[in-house]
C-alpha cells in the first residue's frame, strides 16, 4: 500500500498538471487466501450455519439492495456441492474455518482499497479521479468439493486429502500453506447465480463492477443494468478522457479496440445498451450473450459428479458435433436474471441463431478450435522472445526469474551446477532454488552436506544427501535429474527420477525421486540463485537461508549430458561468462 501512494505521488511530483493511471491488482481473493489471523478470526462462528444459509442470506440482501432485479429466483443447489448437513463435524470446522480465512482476506483488501482512497482525497485528486474496481471472472473453484492447503495440487492433476487439509486448519491462512476453499463456498459466492470460474455460465462470468468519479458523474449510489464487459473499460476511460486511441504507434498498426463506452450510462439510467453481443469460451464451456438472451453449452456438463468426467478431459469433434446438436441452454435474462430456467425448446430457432453467432464470433476473435484440455493447456510452453536454449546461465543477487521465462525441467533430463567459493569455517544456505511452498526443489548445504531437497505439493518431501561434507575451496557442485520411467500427468504423477550429486564432476551421493511434479511448479516458483526467498520449497529453513559462501554463478543444463561428461565443458562455459 505505502509503495502505491508513494507511486501515486511521484506522479503528481512529475507531471502535476498531467493524469496519472494506477493498475491496483491486490492479489485479492485468489488463492492463497493468507491474511493475519486476526482478521480471519473476526469472522468465528459466521459460517458455522453453511453454505446453503449463506446463500439464502445473501440472497435476500442482493434483493434489498436492489442489485438484483426483484423477480430472480436463487439457481438450485449445485449437484456438485454436497449438502451441509450430510459433511461430519470435522468437515464442518475445516470448511467453516477456511470461510472466514476468506472473509478475513477480503476484509483486509476493503481496508487497503479504502486507505488509498483516504490518500487521494489527503491529496485533493479523490473528486476527479476514476476508479473502477472489478473482481476475477466468478468465484474461484479451483479447491474442489474438499477445499484444500494447496492450490498446485489442482494445477498437477493431484487428488485432494481430506485429512492433510484438517491437520492443517490452525494455520489456514498463514505463510505455510497454499489454501482455497472448497466448492460449496465458491457457488455460495456467487449467488443468486448457477457454477463456477473455468465455466460460462453467468456464475463463470459475472463480477461485481463499481464506478467511482465524484466530478465526472453526477449520480451516487445508482444501480445500472446495462451490459458491461471487462472489455469496455478501456474505452470508457479513453471516452472520459475524450482520447481518440491511435491507429498506429510506432509505424504499427493497431489491432482495433473491441469494447465499448459506458459513459452514456453515468447519468442515464435508461441509456440503451451498447456492448449487444458477447462469446464467451473457457476450456471447451462455450456460451454468448446476445441483446438479453444467453446460450450456454456447458461441458462436460452441468456437474462433473453427474457426466463421471472430470475438468481437463479432451472433447472430440464427435462430441462437439453432439453438443452443438442437443447441448446448448437458453435464458432469457430479461426474464431470468439467474439463468434457472432453459427455453430451449421453445425458442428453437433463436438458440440456433445463436449457435450461429457463437461460431461468427469464435472464428472473428481466433477461439477455434475449441479445446478443453484444462491444465494440461496451462503447461504448454509459451512463445519466448530468446531463441531455444539448452543451457542458462544465472547469477546471484538478481530477482527471481519467473517460471515462462525458466528452463523448463519438469520431465526431463537436466543438470544444475553451482561455482562456489566454500570458506575454511564451511557455510550453509540455498545455492539454486525453483519453487515455493506449494512445490519445487532447492540445492542447498545444511549441516555441512550438500542436498537436492525435492517438494511434491507440499504432500511429500524427499533429500539426497552428499556421503560426505562439503570441503573448502573453489568447487562446481552439481544436482543431476535423470528420468527412470513414464509420467502419469492424467493422474499427477511425473516422471520418477534419480538424482544424483558431484563436487568438481565426482560423484558423492546418490538417491530416487519416487514421484515428481507432473506439469506445474508451485504458482509463484521461480528461479534464485544464492537463496530461497519468499515461501520456502522446502520446510527444512527458514527463507530466504542465503548461502554463506561465495557463489559465482549457475549453470542449468536441458541438453541431457551427463555431469561427468560435461565437467570440462562446463569450466568452459562458466570460465567465458
Known sequence: MEKAKAMIADAKQVAPDKPFFMYFCTGAMHAPHHVPKEWADKYKGRFDDG?????????????????????????????????WDTLSAEEKRLYARM???FAGFLEHTDHHIGELIAFLKE?????????????????SSEGGPTGSVNEGKFFNNVPENLAQNLAAIDDIGGPKYFNHYPWGWTHAG???????????????????FIVSWPQGIA??????????????????VLDALQIEPPSVIRGVTQSPIEGFSLCSCFDDPAAPSRHLTQYFEMFGHRSLYHDGWRAVCPWPGTSFVESGRRFGDPISYEELTRLDAHGWELYNLQ?????????AAAERDRLIAMIGMWYVEAGKYNVLPVDSRGVQRFAEERPQISADRQRFIYYPGT????TNAAPRVLNRPHSISVEVEVPEAGAEGVLFSMGGNDGGFAFYVQNGLLTYGYNYVAEQFFRIRSDGPLPAGHHIVSAEFTPTGPADLANGRGTPARVQLFVDGQPVGAGDLPVTIPLSLGLAAGVAVGADPGSPALPDYRPPFAYGGRIRRA????????VDDLKERMRQILARQ
Not at 191 to 207: I, L
Not at 555 to 562: Q, R
Request: glycine fraction near 6%; charge should be negative.
Open 190 to 208: 456467487n449467488t443468486p447465480f448457477r457454477r463456477w470460474k473455468r465455466e460460462t455460465y453467468r456464475g463463470g462470468t459475472s463480477d461485481p
Open 335 to 343: 426474464e431470468d436474471f439467474a439463468e434457472t430456467s432453459d427455453v
Open 123 to 139: 491529496l485533493g485528486e479523490y473528486e476527479n479521479t476514476l476508479i473502477m474496481v472489478i473482481s476475477d471472472n466468478g468465484a
Open 555 to 562: 549453470l542449468v543444463d536441458v541438453s541431457g549430458t551427463p
Open 399 to 402: 530477482q527471481m526469474v519467473p
Open 219 to 236: 449520480a451516487r449510489g445508482e444501480i445500472r443494468s446495462q451490459y458491461c464487459h471487462a472489455i469496455d473499460m478501456v474505452p470508457t
Open 99 to 101: 470461510m472466514e480465512v
Open 51 to 83: 453454505w446453503e444459509a449463506y446463500r439464502e442470506r445473501t440472497f435476500a440482501r442482493q434483493k434489498q439492495l436492489g442489485i438484483i432485479p426483484a423477480n430472480t429466483v436463487l439457481s438450485r443447489q449445485d449437484p456438485d456441492v454436497p449438502d
